[in-house]
């Protein structure tokens, strides 16, 4: 790695993702010299339900990304179904987009380059510390000096545990004891909807991506796992196919993957917002349960916040006091209710009784469906 000694960077972002990629343009376009550490290296497949809302066209347009150009396919209608396969449908007034977190990660780095942001794949970050107004981030590869710092490392990494973030000291139980499993699949299914199929203790999601691809996104308990061998093989066979909608997309899908991609240890314990003045966005921030709309729209609208509140204080116009209550303000205002509203929806999903009572009752007032959806989508921003 170039060395970067008496080089101070204006921020370090810890964490290639949407949230990190997405701040380091915006503060690149502002001409302030940002560096972004990324453990892995682009492309890369992350565990992820690929559907994006509308609410984000526009702000990814703005980043550079040529959207209109890709082919993606528009997603404007919803299909759930219980354990037992009995269904509701119904339009998606904002609807939605899909692509890969393959294409849509790497598009995103090559537009940061382009715009002067240093890059560094395959660099781990260690520890963050803060003294005297300023970070040094302590990475595999160096050290790196930085007025400021976002956290985007995602929903559970090293650094958490290295700083014993309260939620990482909480015991195994059902709040944070899931796994994340997704593949990219051939299947024949209309390219503009998205399915979130239920079946005890988790729900699985369908939707198309670029290419002519699926994306099959599920999040199951662990302790299942375990009760199937610690088989994912077994887990689908034997436990998400006891609903007949998933038992068919098995048997008719064509995985494209040699092996599923995977994470563990999902938790949805609450986040604090910032650490020793690290601010932090995306899943760093506090996990987004999946019944929140997406967690991917939401990054990028955090990318954004943050970055409105770091610019005036690199401009000296703000205090970092003032900056991080800000970020707090702002971050409440867009997300609180939004994050409420889906973790009560979460309730009534991945238990077999209570879904298929939610979705009867539900299910003669479109009207109401529709206003649960728009709780968890926000406005094009």
Known sequence: METYEGTIFDAAVAGGGLAGLAYAILMADAGFRVVVCEKEGYPLHRVCGEYISMESWDFLCSLGLPLSDLGLPRINKLIVSDTHGKTLETSLSLGGFGISRYTLDAQLCSIARSKGVTVLERTKVNDIS??????????????????????????????????KRPFTQKKPGKLNNHIGIKYHIEIDFPKDMIALHNFENGYCGLSAVEDGKYC????????????????????????????????????????????PVTISQIGFHSKSLIENHVLMAGDSAGLIPPLCGNGMSMALRAAQLVAHCTIPHLRGSISRDAMELSYRDSWSNAFSKRLRSG???????????????????????????????????GKPF
């Open 343 to 377: 973790r009560v929806i979460q309730t009534f999903f991945g238990r077999p009784a209570i879904t298929s009572l939610f979705l009867n009752i539900i299910r003669p007032f479109p009207a109401a469906v529709k206003g649960l959806i728009s709780l968890t989508h």
């Open 216 to 259: 099959l996104c599920y999040m199951a308990s662990a302790a299942d796992l375990s009760r199937c061998g610690n088989s994912i093989e077994r887990l689908e066979k034997e436990w998400l196919s006891r609903n007949p909608y998933l038992k068919d997309i098995f048997k008719k899908s064509t995985s494209l993957y040699s092996e």
């Open 130 to 163: 803060f003294s005297a107004n300023s970070f040094t981030i302590h990475t595999s590869k160096g050290e790196i000096q930085a007025i400021h710092c976002l956290g985007s490392f995602g929903k559970r990494s090293s650094l958490d545990l290295k700083w």
